[in-house]
């Protein structure tokens, strides 16, 4: 191929390069090869010494004939297939000076080489000197001439040189003639990658012009997909690179599949997402044709957790149906008759289950758990990812020590299979594992592994961020910092409810989230926060029974008990109220998570109510002795006790017990779970006899500072307008609508006594009228 002339550009200084030619002619070797890219002045210097040697240059792919000039100059057009070198130059007979690109191969030098004829002359040493520079212009032009060109010929009297013109004089000088493996690895090179493409001296010249090589590079490239050869050479480059997404991209753009399939399973198949990133997982399944990704069981594998991800349960069991059969969506039949299917749709089986709103069965779990055995025990991305399937479930119900083995068992597969997106996960599952322990110091241990996972994640995962983000904060939070979850929640919740996330990070979320937004904003921005999420997740029934418990959990935070009462007896669920008042040891027998939410829920409201309600103590004790139970959910379960004690005038077993609740809570960090107990911690601490005995210990007086830096009053709001306790309740009662008949009926008085109440109430607030009541208790902040 004959070489491209340079376009026009500001004619550059004459440069001498006598000194150069000198070197040359004392070369005691008899071959002279000037072996160096495009842009280094070989033709120039070539010209030079021929005007020198009385001769001409001798320009063409045909092999000079032998003469009796004492040096031939031989000048190799680039591109071209050269003639082998005459045997009186590799015999080292006569003497030759020949210049051409590195990429051109002349027949017979490596015999030249071996008879010790041959001296290589490189980059480095046909660069121009300061030296050379200084006679050819002033010392102070030499040096920026220098500065600016590096030495590199081509660059010379170029002091703003065309970034369009050096582009096209790049592409075509430079990046036309090399291989595709070359133009892949100077991609690389400009993109910071260590590479083999060229020498050091090169790569340091073209340094000068990076702006305009990439545009000669991509205009390259993109000339190169255009042709079906040299595309196919360029994709298989690519994939040699390590960069799978384009190797991928150019074998569809030119309708090769089946090559485009091959190295989409090498780069991860169905976990290409985890491997590469959502935008690369997104960008390579968009290029195959539907017709033959859905005849391809690791692409419908792909376009199922595809919709997954983006909520979409049912697009994702259609794919499976129409690929596998209708079985395939009966978890139960599945796992039953296991051998109708491979053990790479199992395993995919049972991670698609953490989406769907399914629970498995102790039998399940066992059926589920055979499936290991059949797992390869070097495929550790998917035995990794079936730990971290079974782990959701495990978090689900409440078996958390379970849930920390196979956490454990699922890192060591991610860290094996060397993908830290995965491994990020589990860090932040475990970190969540913690928290609902209540232990937010081990919790952070945790979440400082997952920042070290996220750091070695090779692209960007904003989501990913985002969630590290969230549970910083939310550990922050459970130590008695909410400004960080404030934060959040101010400026990232947008993103965050409508990107993907794991079910059990859901529950995380909506519960630090909704609490962080009724304490430090109000009930109202805690319930549309709510409300975000309920549209969100409409179509999962455990999201909306999750949704529908805490709000209730929030209304009883703002004093709007009734409200809350209401909410969750709409809930059409086995655990009402007669049912959790009349229980006993079943109480400690709850296993489902939603049930125990529920059940404390009533139990939090027959405390408020009816503190001394027989049986109450014993009940409580029962849903305390829960093994299914949280370490959070426990901490307030002890807190209504020590309440329930001290209504029943048991002073001693009330303190003993809240001192070891605020020991626990000291150790572990936890102070959210007893910021939401306020309404009962108020009246607690408020009594003197256990204020004073509270105060002895030193991590008790810690928290209860964090506490009250929190917003926990010194003592209960009715007390500081003079109300008593009974007038206080009534008056809360009234301002959810509740009628003096209902009040009595809940609160085990009569009407009249609820009316002497009121009457008091009204006296002491300065008012007539029950709606003038409401709005003092309101202003007062009795009830949100």
């Given amino acids: 191929m004959p070489s491209t002339p340079m376009p026009s550009a500001p004619t550059r200084p004459h440069i001498d390069r006598a000194q150069k030619r000198r070197e040359l002619l004392a070369v005691t070797e008899t071959v002279v090869l000037l072996e160096a890219p495009a842009g280094m002045g070989k033709s120039i210097l070539l010209a030079q010494l021929a005007e020198e040697l009385g001769t001409s240059v001798y320009r063409s792919a045909a092999a000079p004939v032998e003469a009796s000039l004492p040096v031939t100059v031989w000048d190799i057009p680039p ?37 010790g004829h041959v001296r290589r002359l490189g980059v480095s040493e046909l660069l121009i000197g300061r030296d050379e520079l200084r006679q050819a212009m002033p010392a102070r032009l030499a040096e920026r001439a220098f500065q600016q060109s590096r030495g590199w010929p081509i660059l010379l009297g170029r002091s703003s040189p065309g970034e369009e013109e050096m582009a096209r004089f790049l592409a075509s000088e430079l990046l036309a003639p090399i291989s595709a493996v070359e133009l892949v690895a100077l991609a690389a090179w400009l993109d910071g990658n260590p590479t083999p493409v060229a020498s050091s001296e090169l790569l340091a010249l073209l340094d000068p012009v990076r702006p305009a090589l990439r545009h000669a590079l991509a205009a390259e490239l993109a000339a190169r997909r255009a042709h079906p050869q040299r595309a196919a050479e360029l994709a298989a480059a690519y994939a040699g690179q390590g960069w799978m997404t384009d190797a991928i991209t150019t074998w569809q753009a030119i309708g090769r599949f089946d090559e485009a399939s091959a ?19 997104d960008r390579v399944l968009a290029g195959f044709p539907s017709d033959y990704a859905l005849g391809n069981d690791t692409l419908v594998m792909s376009l199922a957790m595809q919709a997954l991800k983006h909520g979409e349960v049912a697009r994702a069991r259609r794919l499976l149906a129409d690929r596998f059969g209708s079985g395939i969506n009966d978890f139960h039949s599945v796992f039953t008759h296991r051998e109708k299917y491979s053990t790479d749709l199992l395993a995919f089986r049972v991670v698609m289950l953490i989406y769907e709103d399914y629970q498995l069965t102790d039998e399940l779990f066992e059926q589920v758990f ?21 782990l959701e479930f495990y978090i689900r119900g409440r078996r958390l020590a379970a849930a920390e083995d196979v956490a454990q068992r699922a890192l060591y597969h991610y860290e094996q299979a060397k993908v830290p997106m995965l491994a990020f996960y589990i860090s932040l599952h475990q970190a969540l ?121 929030i209304l009883q935070n703002a004093n709007r008990w009734q409200e809350a009462a209401e909410k969750i007896a709409a809930l059409a669920t086995r655990i009402t109220r007669s049912w959790v008042a009349a229980a006993g040891e079943e109480l400690e027998r709850l296993k489902d998570r939603d049930e125990i939410v529920q059940a404390m829920i009533w139990l939090r409201h027959i405390v408020y109510e009816q503190p001394t309600r027989p049986h109450l103590e014993r009940q409580l004790g029962f849903i305390i002795g829960n093994l299914n139970l949280t370490g959070r959910q426990r901490l307030c379960a002890e807190v209504w006790l020590a309440f329930v004690h001290k209504r029943q005038r048991n002073l001693s077993r009330a303190r003993a017990l809240l001192q070891k609740v605020f020991e626990e809570a000291a150790r572990l960090g936890a102070i959210a779970p007893l910021a939401e107990e306020r309404v009962f911690l108020s009246e607690l601490v408020e009594q003197q006899r256990i204020g004073e005995y509270l105060e002895i210990s030193a991590p008790v007086r810690q928290v209860l500072r964090r506490l009250r830096d929190g917003g926990l009053p010194n003592s209960a709001l009715g007390a500081q307008n003079g109300l008593s306790r009974r007038e206080t309740k009534v008056l809360m009662m009234i301002s959810e609508g509740s009628s003096n008949k209902f009040i009595a009926n809940a609160l085990g008085l009569s009407e009249a006594t609820v009316k002497f109440h009121l009457s008091n109430a009204y006296r002491k607030l300065g008012c007539k009228r029950r709606r003038e009541a409401i709005s003092a208790a309101r202003a007062l902040g009795l009830v949100s």
């Avoid at 090498?266 to 290409?272: E, N, P, Q, V």
């Avoid at 590290?468 to 550990?475: K, R, V």
């Avoid at 805690?526 to 999420?533: E, T, V």
């Fill in 433 to 553: 594992v913690r928290l609902l322990m209540g232990d937010a110091n081990n919790a952070r241990r945790h979440a400082e592994q997952a920042a070290r996972y996220l750091h070695a994640i090779a692209f960007d995962s904003p989501g990913d961020e985002r969630l590290l983000a969230l549970l910083n904060a939310c550990i922050d939070y459970e130590g008695g910092k909410p400004e960080p979850l404030a934060r959040f929640l101010s400026t990232e919740l947008d993103d965050f409810v409508h990107g993907e996330i794991w079910p059990s990070l859901i529950e995380f979320a909506l519960h630090y989230g909704s609490q962080a937004l009724s304490e430090h904003f109000s009930t109202l921005a805690a319930r549309n926060f709510l409300d975000r999420w309920r549209v969100y997740q409409i179509s999962n029934r455990q999201f909306g029974l999750m949704i529908e418990l805490r709000e209730a959990a």
């Fill in 263 to 281: 190295v989409y399973a090498a780069g991860g198949g169905r976990f290409y997402l985890y491997r590469h990133g959502a935008a690369a997982f």
């Fill in 370 to 390: 055979d499936t290991l055995g059949d797992l390869p025990l070097d495929d550790h991305i998917v035995r990794g990812s079936f730990y971290n399937s079974v």
């Fill in 79 to 115: 591109g071209s297939s050269p003639d082998p070198l005459p045997e009186a130059f590799v015999s080292g007979d006569r003497r030759i000076i020949i210049a051409k690109r590195p990429e051109t191969v002349l027949p017979s030098l490596d015999r030249a080489a071996v008879y």
